[in-house]
């Protein structure tokens, strides 16, 4: 049984910071993929950062150059550093894992950030 459970998010104003985290539990180990997808009310979820246990990353190119994601395998944790926010990265923030033996994918229950003056 995998858990994910996501914490860091909050209100910020254009152009601040927020680091996300995601503690893994149960049998959350190097098989997996893990990441972070947002969903924006009226809007489908989008990936937004993944990363390997390896440390290979991907971005999102509305991210790109903004948003930098890490992980400790140990810890089975996952971060997203935040920067230069924007009122369109305003979003329920998701963490995301995938066992890359089966592509069977698990879910956070989320957390909000929102940017805004």
């Known amino acids: 049984q995998v858990q994910l459970v996501e914490s860091g998010g909050g209100l910020v104003q254009p152009g601040g910071s927020l680091r996300l985290s995601c503690a893994g539990s149960g049998s959350i180990s190097s098989m997996y993929t893990m990441g972070w997808y947002r969903q924006a009310p009226g809007k489908q979820r989008e990936l937004v950062a993944t990363i390997t246990s390896g440390g290979y990353a991907n971005y999102a190119d509305s991210v790109k150059g903004r948003f930098t994601i890490s992980r400790d395998n140990a810890k089975k944790t996952v971060w997203l550093q935040m920067n230069s926010l924007k009122p369109e990265d305003t979003a329920a923030y998701y963490c995301?894992?995938?066992?890359?033996?089966?592509?069977?994918?698990?879910w956070g229950q989320g957390t909000q950030v929102t940017v805004s003056s």
């Open positions: 995301w894992a995938r066992r890359i033996t089966t592509d069977t994918n698990y």
